[in-house]
């Protein structure tokens, strides 16, 4: 029992001198590159939900983030020079212009080394489009290079058909979202690439049924960054990642971060498919309240330090946490910010109060599933989520939640 008192004052020694530090750090770095990133040019694209231009201003998935970073970095973002226009331009001036930074882009293989990347900060779906009255039936890589698809001119997604097997001359390129569409329902191509949140907020916009248009392919998952000149310093990478990391984990006072309702706002809600099932996410559970029962101290510690078997080493999204009866958490495998942090009353970033809701099932039945939406450790994005809880009693002799989950 000595051991593990010390265990747990050497870790809460840890955990304060490094939030003292991280703080002091945080302070000293905004001073220094606050006039930096203020001298930047912030360049963009039409690119619903995630940057897009109304009355003269920017909103959108990436601006918003980009905005709560501004926020938290001191920088004053009315002097921040920011340039929207079509995506060949704005990318071409990021790659040739020093303190320009473009958003949002996805990141694959053949930019890697174009630019300097922070994020990631949203997830994409990119998919084949095609007119309902068509009735186009696209199985497989091979069936989509028999169609000519239309594409927006240095978009991701000719990369991602072309290592696909689609031929080049299979592909049509345009400059705007406008002449996508139109090309599309004019016949100027067989279907269009694009991605399916953005598709299913334009297409009412530019004055079509969305009835007459079908999902035919999904093309990949991928992920959206900012990304900054080649010849941007590495330290100024390393802090604006190091923010955006704090940004997206920092929970505010109602139980949500300001990412997680950026993302609640314009609905970019996914499904996902994990490896995890319903059985690992029990079995994590059961061995989890099994270990507090029999060392509630030495097993909180080693949660709290994100220890295995708390965290799957290979799967990260498959990690233990735990709250009191109080719905105050106490263990977390993943987000030390959390650990002590009431949350009764809290919500997720659409309202719902599933803390509350998993204490009470708890409470009332002794295991239960609770479904909410959250982000996944290991990615960025808003996801659904569901949660096992089950009810223990530790050996410290208090009453503890244990829960573990899996994204659907």
């Known amino acids: 029992m000595k051991a593990n008192k010390l265990l747990n004052l050497a870790l809460l020694t840890f955990v304060v001198t490094f939030i003292v530090s991280s703080c002091k750090k945080n302070n000293d770095e905004t001073k220094d590159y606050a006039k930096e990133i203020e001298a930047f040019k912030f360049l963009t694209e039409n690119y619903p939900p995630f940057n897009y231009e109304e009355e003269g201003k920017v909103y959108g998935v990436s601006a918003d983030i980009l905005n709560g970073l501004f926020a938290k970095m001191n920088v004053n973002s009315s002097v921040v020079s920011l340039e929207i226009d079509e995506w060949e331009k704005v990318y071409q001036k990021t790659l040739s212009e020093s303190n320009s930074m473009l958003f949002s882009v996805v990141r694959i293989p053949e930019r890697e080394h174009l630019f300097k990347w922070v994020g990631p900060i949203a997830p994409q779906k990119d998919v084949i489009i095609a007119l309902t009255s068509q009735q186009i039936a696209i199985n497989n890589p091979a069936d989509l290079a028999t169609h000519t698809i239309g594409v927006i001119a240095g978009y991701s997604n000719i990369a991602q058909l072309t290592n696909l097997g689609v031929p080049q001359s299979m592909l049509i390129e345009v400059h705007s979202i406008e002449t996508l569409y139109n090309g599309l329902t004019s016949g100027l191509f067989d279907c269009i690439a694009y991605s399916e949140i953005g598709h299913n907020l334009v297409v009412g916009s530019l004055g079509y049924d969305p009835e007459n248009f079908d999902i035919a392919y999904t093309i990949q998952v991928t992920q959206l960054y900012f990304a900054l000149n080649i010849n941007t310093s590495d330290e100024l990478i390393e802090y604006m990642q ?99 942090v009431n949350f009764k009353g809290k919500t997720d970033a659409a309202g719902k109060a599933f803390r509350d809701e998993i204490i009470r099932g708890a409470l009332a039945h002794g295991t239960g599933w609770e479904d909410y939406i959250y982000t996944k450790p290991d990615q960025s994005g808003l996801y659904y989520k569901t949660t096992y809880y089950k009810l223990c009693s530790a050996s410290d002799g208090k009453q503890y939640v244990v829960c573990a989950g899996r994204y659907k």
């Open 242 to 340: 190091s923010v955006l990391d704090n940004f997206k984990m920092d929970k505010t006072v109602d139980g949500s971060s300001v990412y997680e309702k950026i993302l609640n706002k314009y609905h970019v809600i996914q499904h996902i498919e994990d490896n995890i099932t319903e059985q690992m996410v029990i079995d994590l559970v059961n061995t989890t309240a099994s270990q507090l029962e029999n060392d509630a101290p030495g097993t909180i510690a080693r949660i709290n330090a994100g220890q295995a078997p708390f965290i799957d080493p290979i799967n990260p999204s498959l990690y233990a946490f735990a709250y009191d009866t109080t719905v105050t958490m106490r263990a977390h495998a993943t987000n030390l910010l959390l650990v002590g």
